[in-house]
């Protein structure tokens, strides 16, 4: 069982920076794929980042390579976003995402509802 939590939300302008974290429970922290996915209202859940449990492999959606950036300290059982060159598009609740299998099937990480554990959400705001 894991337990998320996410913070760093709020409001921004067009061309700023903001950094979520994503706090977890549980021992076996390291052994979990995570991810982050957001949604805008009356929009569906998408993707925007992943990683396995050992960090070295990334993915990321087009929309938001080259801006965003993903890591995780296992020793603080934390997951970071790190978003730059923010947009008005970039609105939505963020939130964090927790799953054991995704580590050996990571074409299924694009998948909302591939992941089995999930944090209550963090809203991110861009001004334009």
């Known amino acids: 069982q894991v337990q998320l939590v996410e913070s760093g939300g709020g409001l921004v302008q067009a061309g700023g920076s903001l950094r979520l974290s994503c706090a977890a429970s549980?021992?076996?922290?390291?052994?979990?794929?995570m991810g982050w996915f957001r949604q805008a209202p009356g929009k569906e859940r998408e993707f925007v980042a992943a990683t396995k449990w050992s960090g070295g492999n990334t993915y990321y959606a087009d929309s938001v390579k080259g801006r965003f950036t993903l890591s995780r300290d296992n020793a603080k059982n934390t997951v970071y976003l790190e978003m730059n060159s923010l947009k008005p598009e970039d609105t939505a609740v963020y939130y964090c995402?927790?799953?054991?299998?995704?580590?050996?099937?990571?074409?299924?990480?694009?998948?909302?509802?591939?992941?089995?554990?999930w944090g209550q959400g963090t809203q991110v705001t861009v001004s334009s």
């Open positions: 995402a927790a799953d054991w299998d995704l580590n050996i099937l990571p074409g299924k990480m694009k998948g909302a509802t591939s992941w089995d554990y």
């Open positions: 549980g021992r076996t922290f390291s052994s979990y794929a």
